[in-house]
C-alpha cells in the first residue's frame, strides 16, 4: 500500500504535488483543531470551523468563523501559529530545509518542487535560497517579537507576553491576519490600538517585508541597498509597492476623514489608521478600524488594493504586484505604440500580456462568481460579499463583519477561494492542464477588429 502511494506521488507533477501537500496539511489542520484540547473549556468542537480555521491559517488569509482567542485553548493556538508558518513560507521550503539539516541529497525532483513552490526564476541554487529564507525568516520574526514583547509584556506579564509577541510577530510577517486580541472585545482585531504609533509601525514593518518577497530581500541585501543596481523585478515589486501604500493612505484618509468608522479620532490618529488599512489591505488582514463602519467608496478601494495584494514569493497573496505592474505597463505601450513592454531601461520577456491577463482574469472570475452565489444564498449587499470573496481569494482575511454568520456552502466557497489564492492560478491550471496536445505548426493567420 506505501509503495504505491509512493508511485502514485512519482508520477505526480510538480505543480499537483504543491496541491496535494497544501491539502494534505489543511485536513491535518482540521482534525488537530476538532480536538477537545484545541478549544477552551465550555465551547464544543465544530468540524466546519476547524477546517476553516485550518484552511485559513495555511492559506494565511485570517478569516474566522470564531474568534482565536475566545474560542481556541493555547493548544489551538499553536496548531493555528505552526499551520500560518507552513503557509507563509511554504511547506517545501520547510521540507528541503529539513532533509539539508540531517544531511539527505537533494535530488532535481526535490528542486523543482522547491523552485515551483516559491516562484524561484531558475532552479539553480535553491537549496541556497532556501537557507536564506529560512534564516531570514527566523531573524525577522524573532526581531518582531522582541520589539512586541515592550508593549505586550508590561500589559499581560512575561509568560503570556512573549506568547502574544510571538504570535502577532508571525502573523503579522507572514501575513495572515490572526490576532488574539479578543481578550478586549470578540474579533476587535486591533481596533484598540488604533492610536498605538510603535505597535501599528512594527505590525506595518513586518507586513511590508514579508509581502515584499523572499527574492527582493536577497537582491537588495545584494545590492547593498542601491537602486540603480537592483534587477528588475525588485524595482518593480518596490516601486509598486511604495506606490500603493502612499496612494491608499491618501485616498483612505481623504474617504473616511468623516466616517463613522474614524470618529473621535485626531487628525494624526487618523492619518495612521488610514496607513495602517493601505498596508493591511495588501493581504496581511488586520484592521485598527471597524471595517463595518466604513462607507462604500473605502471598502472598493480597499477591494481594489486587496486584489493587487503582496509580490511573488512572498509571504503575501493576491494576484501580485508584478501582474499588476505588467498590466498597466501594457496598456502604456498600447498608447505609445511600442511592439515590446519596457520598463527601467529592460524589455519584458514576450507573451508577459498573456500570462497576466489570463491571471487577472481568472481571479475576477471566481472572485465575481462566488459574489454573486454568496450575495444571493446570504441576501447581503453585494459590495459586501465582494468585500468578503476578494479578501478570501487574495488571502487578506479583512470583513466586514459577515464571515461568522455565513452558511456552511458560503464558508465551502470561501475556502476554495483561499486555497487557489494562496497556491495560486498559474499552479492550478499547470497541475491540470495537458500538454498531449500541443501542436508544433501555428494556424493561418487573419486578422479580427476589437475596440
Not at 494624526?268 to 471595517?291: C, H, I, M, W, Y
Not at 444564498?377 to 455565513?406: H, K
Not at 495560486?424 to 505548426?441: D, E, P, R, W
Request: with cysteine; glycine share 8%; aromatic share 12%.
Amino acid at each position: 500500500m506505501a509503495q504505491k502511494f509512493l508511485n502514485f506521488i512519482k508520477n505526480l507533477s510538480p505543480m499537483k504535488i504543491i496541491i496535494l501537500g497544501y491539502c494534505l496539511i489543511i485536513l491535518l489542520g482540521s482534525v488537530l483543531l476538532s480536538l477537545p484540547i484545541s478549544v477552551k473549556e465550555g465551547i464544543e468542537p465544530s468540524f466546519l470551523t476547524s477546517f476553516f480555521t485550518s484552511t485559513s491559517a495555511t492559506c494565511v488569509t485570517g478569516l474566522i468563523r470564531a474568534d482565536t482567542f475566545t474560542n481556541w485553548s493555547y493548544f489551538g493556538q499553536a496548531v493555528i501559529l505552526i499551520l500560518i508558518q507552513i503557509g507563509g513560507i511554504g511547506f517545501m521550503t520547510i521540507c528541503i530545509s529539513a532533509l539539508t539539516v540531517v544531511g539527505k541529497n537533494i535530488g532535481f525532483a526535490q528542486r523543482s518542487l522547491m523552485q515551483n513552490s516559491i516562484s524561484a526564476p531558475q532552479i539553480g541554487g535553491i537549496v541556497k535560497i532556501t537557507k536564506f529564507i529560512m534564516l531570514g525568516t527566523a531573524i525577522i520574526e524573532v526581531t518582531g517579537a522582541i520589539l512586541l514583547s515592550f508593549y505586550f509584556c508590561p500589559l499581560l506579564g512575561i509568560g503570556k507576553g512573549i506568547w502574544y509577541s510571538v504570535f502577532h510577530s508571525i502573523s503579522a510577517f507572514c501575513n495572515a491576519g490572526f490576532d488574539l486580541m479578543g481578550f478586549r472585545g470578540e474579533c476587535s482585531s486591533l481596533t484598540t490600538l488604533v492610536s498605538n504609533v510603535y505597535v501599528n509601525l512594527v505590525l506595518c514593518s513586518l507586513i511590508i517585508i514579508g509581502g515584499l518577497g523572499f527574492f527582493v530581500w536577497k537582491n537588495i541585501l545584494e545590492s547593498k541597498f542601491k537602486f540603480k543596481k537592483m534587477n528588475l523585478h525588485a524595482k518593480l515589486v518596490i516601486v509598486v509597492s511604495i506606490t500603493l501604500v502612499v496612494f491608499g493612505t491618501l485616498v483612505l484618509f481623504i474617504f473616511g476623514f468623516n466616517s463613522e468608522a474614524y470618529n473621535g479620532l485626531s487628525v494624526p490618529e487618523k492619518v495612521l489608521a488610514s496607513f495602517f488599512q493601505s498596508v493591511s489591505t495588501r493581504t496581511a488582514g488586520f484592521n485598527t478600524v471597524d471595517l463595518a463602519k466604513i462607507n462604500e467608496a473605502s471598502k472598493f478601494l480597499m477591494i481594489c488594493l486587496m486584489l493587487v495584494g503582496g509580490s511573488p514569493g512572498s509571504t503575501a497573496g493576491g494576484m501580485k504586484t508584478t501582474t499588476f505592474a505588467v498590466l498597466i505597463l501594457s496598456v502604456v505601450t498600447t498608447f505609445r505604440h511600442r511592439k515590446s513592454i519596457e520598463a527601467f531601461g529592460r524589455r519584458f520577456e514576450e507573451g508577459m500580456t498573456r500570462t497576466v491577463t489570463c491571471i487577472f482574469i481568472l481571479y475576477l472570475f471566481f472572485a465575481c462568481s462566488a459574489t454573486v452565489i454568496i450575495s444571493h444564498i446570504e441576501n447581503i449587499p453585494f459590495i459586501d460579499a465582494l468585500f468578503e470573496t476578494i479578501s478570501a481569494i487574495a488571502t487578506v482575511g479583512l470583513t466586514v463583519g459577515i464571515t461568522s454568520s455565513l452558511s456552511t456552502i458560503s464558508c465551502l466557497i470561501l475556502c476554495f477561494l483561499m486555497f487557489f489564492g494562496r497556491v495560486g492560478s498559474i499552479t492550478m491550471l499547470l497541475a491540470f492542464s495537458s500538454t498531449k496536445n500541443k501542436k508544433i505548426s501555428s494556424l493561418p493567420l487573419e486578422k479580427v477588429q476589437v475596440g
